[in-house]
C-alpha cells in the first residue's frame, strides 16, 4: 500500500524570531547551551518571505516564537504588524522578564492576538530557581500593569501565563499555589502542565512523565501530519529558516532540519523527501527509526498532562493559538505497524 506523506496546506506556522534566551531555566535545553547555529535571529525580509509562500496555502496562524526568546527580537512589533495587516492571528510565547508595560502595549497596538507568559515556579524562591533569575516580583508586576492596560485601553490582545508542575508528588500543592500567585492574582487566562522530557533528552533526569505513564499507548503526536510547520530563526551552516519536525528537538535541532527556507521554496521542504519519511515513520508506528521521536514522551497518551486551565477551547493535543488539534492527525491504527509497547 502507498502511503499518502504529502501535506497541500499550511493553516499555522511556528516561526521562531531569535533563537538566543537570556534565561537558563533548567528545565529547558537552552540551559545547557543550545547549538551555536541556532541562536540567531530571523531577518525580517525572510519573515516576510517565508509568510508570503504560506498564504495561498490556507495559513491562518503564526506564532512569533520556536524555543527562543521572541522579545530579544527589536522587529518583532513590525513582524506583528505584518501579520496583522493580512488578516492573520499572531502569539508571542515569551518568558516575560523583557515585557514591559510599554513593550506590551506597542505589540498591541501592532495587532497582536495572544501574549503568553512563561511563569514556572509558584513563589519567589521556586521561580528564581525554575526561571534561573530573581523576577517574580517584577515579572508579577509588570504583568499587573498589562492587564490594567488591556482593561483601560480596550486592546484586542489576550494575556496568558503558562505554568509546569515540576514534582509530580506535589501536584495539588503546586497548582493551587500557581492559581493563588499568578492566575487569581493578575486575573488572567492560563494553562498548567506537566513536565515533559523534550524528545527523550531528559528520560533519565527526574522528569517523571515518561516513567510513571510508560505502560500508556504509544502513538503518534500527530505533529509531522498536521498542518502545522515548525521554522527556526537560524539553521545550518549560517543559514537561516530551518524547517524542523516540532519544538521538542530543542537541543539537538541540526539533527532534525528537513531543509532551509533561505534557498529552499517552504513547500519543498514541507514534501520534501525527509518529511516524507519522517510521516511515514509516524503513519507505519516505526517511531524507533528516528531518534528524537524515539524516547519522546510526547508519543504517549497523557490527557492528564494538561493539569488545569481556564481557556476556553484548550484541551490536550490542540495548538496554543489556533487550537488545531495535533490529535486530529494521528492514524487511529498504525498502517503496517512496528511500533512495540513502549
Given amino acids: ?15 521562531e524570531m531569535a533563537g538566543g ?5 533548567p528545565m529547558c535545553p537552552q540551559s545547557t547551551g ?7 535571529r530571523l531577518p525580517l525580509e525572510e519573515f516576510r518571505k517565508i509568510i508570503d509562500q504560506a498564504l495561498p496555502l490556507g495559513l491562518k496562524y503564526v506564532t512569533l516564537n520556536g524555543s527562543g526568546e521572541p522579545l530579544l527580537h527589536t522587529g518583532l512589533e513590525d513582524a506583528v504588524a505584518y501579520l496583522t495587516e493580512r488578516g492573520l492571528s499572531s502569539l508571542i510565547y515569551t518568558n516575560g522578564t523583557r515585557l514591559t508595560p510599554e513593550r506590551f502595549e506597542r505589540l ?16 519567589r524562591a521556586s521561580y528564581t530557581k525554575w526561571m534561573s533569575v530573581d523576577a517574580f516580583d517584577q515579572v508579577r508586576a509588570n504583568l499587573k500593569a498589562c492587564v490594567a492596560i488591556l482593561k483601560e485601553k480596550g486592546y ?7 505554568h509546569l508542575i515540576h514534582d509530580y508528588d506535589k501536584l495539588e500543592y503546586e497548582k493551587q499555589m500557581y492559581l493563588e500567585n499568578w492566575v487569581d492574582y493578575l486575573g488572567v487566562k492560563a494553562e498548567i502542565w506537566l513536565t515533559h522530557n523534550w524528545a527523550g533528552q531528559y528520560a533519565n533526569d527526574g522528569v517523571k512523565r515518561e516513567q510513571i505513564f510508560r505502560e500508556r499507548r504509544r502513538r503518534s503526536c500527530g505533529r509531522p501530519l498536521a498542518p502545522v510547520i515548525e521554522i527556526r530563526a537560524g539553521g545550518l551552516g549560517g543559514k537561516h529558516g530551518a524547517v524542523v519536525p ?20 517552504l513547500m519543498d521542504i514541507v514534501n520534501g523527501e525527509k518529511m516524507q519519511a519522517l510521516r511515514a515513520a509516524h503513519l507505519t508506528g516505526a517511531f524507533d527509526s ?26 490536550y493535543g490542540t495548538s496554543r493559538v489556533s487550537l488545531v488539534s495535533y490529535l486530529d492527525y494521528v492514524p487511529k491504527e498504525p498502517c503496517g505497524s512496528d511500533a512495540a509497547a513502549h
Fill in 290 to 315: 528516528v531518534d528524537y521521536c524515539r524516547g519522546c514522551d510526547q508519543l504517549l497518551e497523557i490527557e492528564e498532562s494538561l493539569v488545569w486551565t481556564n481557556i476556553e477551547g484548550r484541551t
Fill in 246 to 265: 516540532c519544538p521538542y528537538v530543542l537541543g539537538m535541532d541540526s539533527k532534525a532540519v528537513m531543509g532551509h527556507t533561505e534557498d529552499t521554496p
Fill in 108 to 123: 498591541c497596538q501592532s495587532g497582536l492576538t495572544v501574549c503568553k507568559v512563561s511563569c514556572m515556579g509558584w513563589d
Fill in 21 to 25: 534566551c537570556n534565561l537558563r531555566c
Fill in 156 to 162: 484586542k490582545a489576550i494575556l496568558q501565563t503558562n
Fill in 34 to 40: 543550545r547549538e551555536k547555529d541556532f541562536m540567531k
Fill in 1 to 15: 500500500m502507498t502511503l499518502n506523506t504529502r501535506i497541500n496546506e499550511i493553516k499555522q506556522i511556528n516561526l
